[in-house]
């Protein structure tokens, strides 16, 4: 079953420790990216990546940090975590981002995060 | 770079009326726009979308037009049910901003079918 999985689905941390959360798809998309949902924001891109070793900063980038070792992976870092980072966050994918191009994204299940 | 307003932030109709949700774009250059539904605890979901060659595309009960003089394009549900019930994000696709693929989404639409 073609899916994008996130973990954790939960997480209620403190101020100041650092955190991974990960995101994997099994579909060979090469295009992943992290958002960010907030009420009365919407979704708002965090950072992008368009294939391996290749990541690029969206609209939100402050504060996070993202590597793409593998193309089914693409784990989503806050090294410092603040009160302002508490939001539900997605990951999702693509066949390909290339401008103009019509693919649709596919969603993860979300996190939910709580930063103390 | 795009900027998308959409509206209502909240809409809620009795079942079996229709519903439409509008939103507007700010990038001439935009040429795609598709419509996603967020179920409560999940991911949004694309359920409709429309390249900016067409005027209007319909899918069941669902359906999606374009006015790119106005730069508006809206979702048109007719015949709603309870499982209709969700938030829809609108968005545009643009040459700049939003990342390589150029999403902008709106701020989202709760869509409220009251039985």
């Known amino acids: 079953e073609a899916q994008v999985t996130q973990n954790p689905r939960y997480l209620i941390t403190v101020t100041g420790k650092k955190l991974t959360v990960t995101c994997s798809q099994n579909m060979n998309h090469e295009y992943m990216s992290w958002y960010r949902q907030d009420p009365g924001l919407g979704l708002r891109q965090i950072y992008y990546s368009m294939n391996v070793e290749v990541t690029d900063k969206g609209d939100v980038p402050e504060g996070y940090k993202v590597s793409r070792k593998e193309k089914r992976n693409f784990p989503l870092i806050l090294e410092s975590p603040s009160p302002n980072q508490t939001s539900l966050y997605f990951c999702a994918t693509s066949l390909a981002g290339a401008v103009f191009s019509y693919n649709e994204q596919f969603f993860g299940p979300g996190t939910r995060l709580t930063v103390l | 770079g795009e900027n998308v307003e959409q509206h209502p932030s909240t809409l809620s109709v009795q079942e079996g009326d229709s519903a439409v949700i509008k939103c507007t774009y700010s990038d001439s250059a935009s040429n795609y726009f598709p419509w996603y539904k967020q179920e409560l605890g999940k991911g949004p979901q694309l359920i409709i979308d429309?390249?900016?060659?067409?005027g209007e595309k319909k899918d069941q009960r669902i359906a999606v037009t374009l006015n790119k003089t106005a730069k508006h394009f809206s979702l048109h549900i007719t015949e709603t049910q309870p499982e209709d019930s969700a938030v829809y994000f609108c968005a545009a696709r643009a040459l700049s901003g939003g990342g390589a693929d150029g999403l902008t989404f709106g701020k989202g639409t709760h869509l409220i079918i009251q039985p």
């Open positions: 429309i390249r900016s060659n067409v």
